[in-house]
């Protein structure tokens, strides 16, 4: 039998390794503040001159950034920031009452899939006060918004919430998420690819997560893809909207396994 | 503490009080509710009938985003725990879900203990009788169980 020689990495040196990938990640903040499109280029090697290439193009579309931490919540958090970001400064009721109805139902249905409601309700209600509070004109600004989003209280709840809403809506849609389930995962089952790949916090999520997402709150995403690599001659963005065809309310910069908020001209 | 962590354990320790699953008992120490002593009486009518395995629960400040460490205190005989106590089971690893509660571990440890999964095996004897052997594994956890009693005197004494 063949063996791997693992003495030289023993499980203490993997632990240590995660600890510092950890407070490397913790280093940044959870939601950061907005900055110019231009710092961009340092996020990305300065001579690769594809990928500054690719910046420039979206500088043209694009004005501001807001990072997010790359936990594997980031996806999830710049989505949800992304909602209640333009429930603050757009004050539209009817889409505020849409949200909160989205929430409430979500959780009806986690409740008939047979999900402990009082454990689920730490998690709800915390969601569900947030957006409360911006419907009522509690939470002003968006610096407001940021402050509730790094609050200790918030910050977790609020994610693993979502993960729920998410679950729910691909365990409830699943013939039209099993074939892809099917097609790129291990899992055979809905309820088992949601469980192992969405609900448990810090996963990052797959493009048909993404898709759920956008589909179970009814918002319409555009994520920009920049990557190092050349796709193909024309060396352009790839530009991905969810729902297809659909005209985008929230931008998203895609890195691969990092997603980062992106505001428009 | 996180007010979010400690919140949950305290819900945790009263739902454990008042509708704690047939079998098992769980509490905090007195002075640090991160850490817990439980106990999984073995479920009648198996070769574990009888005995009262210990574990210890501790909670991290990121409970419930990240699942607690779990160890058998007492010495145990099965497919999926290993020599030092530490137990091999999903939801304790990849499958960990904020909505699993002390009391949701706890049973499903205690069902895991009738319901071995030979597919990811802790202690390779222990799994390789259960697969080849089933009068032996079953001799030998009772064997086992007899220990934990023995165990229990020995504590008795102190």
């Known amino acids: ?46 001579d690769n001159e594809q990928v500054q290439k690719k910046i420039n193009e979206l500088i043209q579309n694009y004005s501001v950034w807001r990072t997010v931490r790359g936990d594997g919540n980031c996806f999830i958090r710049a989505f949800l920031f992304s909602v209640c970001e333009e429930l603050v400064l757009k004050k539209d009721t009817t889409k505020q009452k849409h949200f909160q109805s989205v929430l409430k139902n979500s959780l009806e249905s986690l409740v008939n899939l047979g999900y402990p409601e009082m454990l689920l309700d730490d998690f709800y209600s915390v969601l569900d006060d947030l957006v409360t509070e911006i419907g009522e004109g509690k939470i002003k600004s968006v610096d ?122 | 503490m996180s007010t979010p962590c400690k919140r949950r354990l305290l819900r945790d320790f009263k739902k454990m009080k008042t509708d704690p699953p047939q079998g ?46 779990v160890v058998f205190n007492t010495k145990m005989f099965h497919p999926n725990i290993y020599n030092d106590g530490g137990i091999c089971l999903d939801i304790l690893q990849n499958q960990w879900s904020p909505i699993y509660d002390v009391s949701a571990i706890l049973a499903s440890i205690q069902s895991l203990l009738t319901d071995p999964n030979p597919n990811s095996p802790a202690n390779s004897e222990a799994s390789r009788l259960y697969q080849e052997n089933r009068k032996l594994y079953e001799k030998k956890v009772k064997e086992m169980v007899e220990k934990s009693w023995e165990e229990e005197e020995e504590n008795a004494d102190e």
């Not at chain 1, 555009?222 to 690599?229: G, I, K, P, Y």
């Not at chain 2, 009486?41 to 009262?52: C, K, L, M």
């Open chain 2, 24 to 69: 098992i008992s769980a509490s905090p120490l007195n002075d640090n509710i991160m850490q817990w002593n439980a106990v999984i009486f073995g479920p009648d009518e198996t070769p574990w009938e009888g005995g009262t395995f210990k574990l210890t629960i501790t909670f991290t400040e990121e409970y419930p985003n990240k699942p607690p460490k």
């Open chain 1, 1 to 46: 039998m063949d063996h791997v020689d693992s003495s030289s990495f023993s499980m203490s040196d993997y632990e240590r390794q995660q600890e510092e990938i950890e407070s490397e990640t913790k280093s940044s903040p959870i939601v950061g503040d907005k900055q110019s499109i231009e710092s961009l280029r340092q996020a990305y090697n300065p």
């Open chain 1, 144 to 265: 407001e918004l940021q402050q509730r989003f790094v609050d200790p209280d918030t910050k977790d709840a609020i994610i693993c919430y979502m993960r729920f809403l998410i679950s729910a809506y691909m365990q409830l849609n699943g013939d039209e998420y099993i074939p892809y389930v099917l097609g790129t995962t291990d899992h055979v089952t809905m309820d088992s690819y949601c469980k192992t790949e969405l609900e448990g916090m810090y996963k990052e999520v797959d493009n048909i997560i993404v898709s759920a997402t956008c589909a179970a709150c009814g918002v319409s995403l555009r994520l920009e893809c920049v990557d190092a690599q050349n796709r193909d001659s024309t060396q352009q963005v790839q530009t991905i909207t969810f729902p297809d065809q659909s005209e985008p309310t929230i931008f998203m910069l895609y890195r691969p396994g990092h997603y980062d908020i992106l505001y428009k001209r």
